[in-house]
């Protein structure tokens, strides 16, 4: 066998082996409030399960504060390449400018456009009617942070508003 012959299968036994140990990533469920649980596992927390004070935490990391007006319907958080939170909160309609303003997202939602992430379970971006969203840089204390917002207006005069923050 030729040096390059060899090379090059010693190249592709390498590739497959490393192909075959790869895991992909597993969701560890919902979480009891007191159950603890490290920054870097995936986790999700169900809209019935309250919050802990890691999940607020993270959430404050973004720049955004759960007041008593917000309904936290879920919270997904997962590292990888880049480190994601992902959740999602119910208000008032009247009261989503201030949630933005408050987390210094400063960009203006563009009515109609979506955001094409996956989404905390429960929540429908693809199939909602009035959507608008929109796509910032954040400083955050360990660097920065990209941050989808998507806003999904409901009849009853509420907003659901999702929130992507992953680190670059």
Do not use: K
């Amino acid at each position: 066998m030729s040096r390059l012959s060899s090379r090059i299968l010693f190249c592709v036994l390498a590739w497959s082996a490393l192909a075959g140990c790869r895991q992909p990533p597993q969701d560890a469920g919902d979480v009891s409030p007191s159950s603890s649980h490290p920054s870097g596992s995936p986790v999700s927390i169900s809209p019935s399960t309250p919050l802990d004070g890691l999940t607020r935490a993270e959430i404050a990391r973004t720049g955004f504060a759960i007041t008593a007006d917000t309904e936290v319907l879920g919270v997904h958080r997962e590292s990888g390449i880049d480190s994601q939170l992902r959740f999602a909160v119910r208000m008032p309609a009247g009261r989503v400018e201030a949630f933005l303003e408050n987390a210094g997202f400063a960009e203006p939602l563009v009515a109609g456009r979506r955001v094409f992430q996956t989404p905390v379970d429960g929540i429908d971006t693809r199939g909602a009617d009035h959507v608008a969203s929109a796509q910032d840089r954040y400083r955050a204390d360990g660097g920065s942070l990209v941050r989808d917002v998507m806003r999904i207006d409901a009849d009853d005069g509420t907003a659901i508003v999702h929130v992507w923050a992953y680190s670059l």
